[in-house]
């Protein structure tokens, strides 16, 4: 059983380039969510999704970060133009939404480096 | 109000030997408390989850202990083992509809045989 897939896994891109980050959420799955990682700020919520719709976008920093969720199998995390201090591991989790405890699975991540 | 205070940052655990890490919390409202496990190069991964109907559970080697007056909850690793190695991150969100989770800053503990 396929989990959440990322790619790419590791990126390093010049400062003002655009970037990218793709996920696949697990299959019946109806609530996506990206994370950033960092040492400093630990695991931080960006923008959670439910049925393909935005519901919570505070803690996405600033306008240079969008996402999309054009359909239930697929969403982009994109950051333009880029900066050194968006270095970062970027997480895609999904989970079903409901009336229980829902577990989030995590994607692998991917590794954004920006120089 | 939202945040989940974990502590302590990093942990050195003798094989064999127990791993505490706690936690507290400031919002009554969250009802839901899991722990993620997260090894280097992984996504963290869920570990075991609590609600606050009861004080402890136990799966395996791992507990959590939780206590609502106090709103502090904490993970016990029993015999801990070098494949234990790995940041630990406590989390707190309510149990059902949109679970915005509030993470915690994370534990790196390191199991040494």
């Known amino acids: 059983d396929a989990g959440v897939i990322q790619s790419p896994r590791h990126e390093v891109t010049e400062m003002g380039q655009e970037v990218t980050l793709r996920c696949k959420p697990i299959s019946g799955h109806n609530s996506l969510f990206w994370y950033r990682q960092t040492m400093m700020r630990g695991l931080e919520l960006l923008i959670y999704f439910n049925n393909n719709v935005p519901i919570d976008d505070s803690g996405m920093p600033e306008d240079r970060f969008s996402a999309k969720m054009p359909n239930a199998s697929f969403s982009t995390l994109k950051i333009q133009p880029s900066e050194p201090r968006d270095s970062a591991v970027y997480f895609c989790a999904s989970s079903l939404a409901g009336n229980s405890g829902n577990t989030i699975y995590f994607g692998e991540g991917s590794w954004l480096t920006v120089v | 109000q939202q945040q989940v205070k974990q502590s302590p940052q990093s942990l050195i655990v003798q094989k064999g030997g127990i791993s505490i890490i706690n936690c507290a919390y400031e919002?009554?409202?969250?009802?839901?408390f899991p722990w993620y496990q997260q090894f280097p190069g992984k996504g963290p991964a869920l570990l075991i989850a609590?609600?606050?109907?009861?004080s402890e559970k136990k799966e395996g080697r791992f507990t959590i202990s939780f206590n609502k007056s106090a709103k502090q909850f904490s993970l016990h690793i029993m015999d801990s083992q070098p494949g234990d190695s790995a940041t630990y991150f406590c989390?707190?969100?309510?149990?059902?509809?949109?679970?915005?989770?509030?993470f915690g800053t994370g534990t790196k503990l390191q199991v040494i045989p």
């Open positions: 989390a707190a969100s309510t149990y059902g509809g949109y679970q915005k989770v509030t």
């Open positions: 919002n009554t409202a969250f009802d839901y």
């Open positions: 609590i609600r606050p109907d009861v």
